[in-house]
């Protein structure tokens, strides 16, 4: 690379060549904690199952402001589609590409300089600055800023503030930031017939023809007409699998996998009863398991939020639209504990996809506006 690159850049291209697939870190931890270590951080590091995660601070003090991410990042896809190696950082036309580029090694480059940034110009800051980073929000997410997140709170440690890296903005940087989220649930359904010859259908049950009435009632029913913060709650279905192959043969079985995101006009609870009372009603026999991915949670306006306004004003011009659409991240494990949570990171147009890329200029802006936000909250 060349020498000419800031020091953002080339920490992002440090990060991208470390083929970091869920869950391996790949060695991306170890590169961010020697340089934090240098600043006066005290690391420590927290492997729960095949899980890499560390928690690092300076100071002993409030407020607490945690920079959240993640060093994992998601399959690299055919190979062949990709214009070049996916862990071999690229600059092309102003532009760098690699699997991690936007989400979220990016961010995590520009949460290392911003600190040093800051550090250098404010080093008796006020309050704490902490990392929580993990190597499994790609995945499962069960070993990772989850685990992190009830050592912490078993130990009566609090954070106050947390900046997480998601790519968060939209068509420039900033013009979206993240400060809620919707909730998870999902549910997999098994539904009994009875197997038997299509010619004969008095003498099997057709669980597909079964659920067809339910399955209808489902995709119709409005759960909540959201509110100024959430849009309204929404069920899909994602996969539905029955039959044996043959035109024949009326299948025994069926399973049916659905997914809600949901508002905070909704609970968990109040979702599985109408669910129920739905496939009861149809006369089905089923089973049916609930797997809750993360409750919603919402920042309002405050501390944080204001901050991250003014920052992404102060270096990019842009006025910013506070949103809560989108899929999961860790936020959803550090807002419970009270603390106040925001997303901003890059624009989220190439994430997951071949030739995942970010704008090199994108990057040094987002970490003055990370600079520029703990500025705002610790001096």
């Known amino acids: 690379m060349s020498k000419k690159l800031s020091a953002t850049v080339k920490l992002a291209c440090e990060l991208i060549a470390r083929p970091s697939v869920t869950p391996d870190d790949a060695g991306c931890q170890p590169l961010m904690t020697e340089r934090l270590e240098r600043l006066g951080f005290t690391v420590e590091p927290m492997r729960f199952g095949d899980v890499d995660n560390f928690w690092a601070r300076r100071g002993d003090a409030g407020p607490v402001f945690c920079f959240a991410g993640h060093t994992d990042v998601v399959p690299p896809g055919p190979l062949d589609r990709w214009e070049s190696d996916p862990f071999e950082p690229s600059i092309r036309n102003g532009v760098l590409y690699g699997r991690g580029a936007c989400d979220m090694k990016g961010s995590l480059a520009a949460m290392i300089t911003a600190t040093e940034g800051f550090l250098a110009v404010y080093p008796d800051h006020k309050g704490s600055i902490a990392f929580l980073i993990t190597s499994d929000e790609e995945g499962p997410a069960v070993h990772g800023t989850r685990k992190v997140m009830e050592t912490l709170t078993a130990r009566g440690e609090h954070i106050d503030f947390a900046l997480v890296g998601e790519p968060s903005s939209k068509d420039r940087l900033g013009d979206v930031v993240k400060h809620g989220r919707r909730g998870s649930l999902s549910g997999r359904l098994r539904v009994q017939g009875k197997q038997g010859h299509v010619a004969y259908p008095h003498l099997a049950d057709n669980p597909i ?80 398991d609930w797997h809750l991915s993360g409750l919603p949670f919402l920042t309002a306006a405050g501390e944080l939020l204001d901050a991250g306004r003014h920052a992404i004003a102060a270096v990019t011009g842009v006025q910013t639209e506070p949103s809560t659409v989108g899929g999961t991240s860790d936020g959803r494990f550090i807002a419970p504990t009270g603390a106040q949570v925001l997303e901003i990171g890059p624009v989220n147009a190439t994430i997951h996809k071949v030739n995942e890329c970010v704008g090199v200029a994108e990057l040094d802006q987002l970490a003055a506006i990370y600079a520029e936000v703990l500025r705002r909250l610790l001096t």
């Open 209 to 288: 023809h079964g659920i067809a009435p339910a399955l209808a009632a489902l995709a119709a029913e409005q759960w909540d007409a959201g509110n100024e913060h959430f849009p309204p709650t929404s069920l899909q279905f994602s996969n539905i699998q029955s039959g044996t192959g043959a035109d024949n043969v009326i299948p025994d079985a069926l399973t049916a996998i659905f997914n809600l995101r949901f508002s905070t006009e909704q609970t968990p609870e109040a979702i599985q009863e109408r669910i129920h009372a739905i496939l009861d009603a149809a006369g089905l026999d089923y089973q049916l």
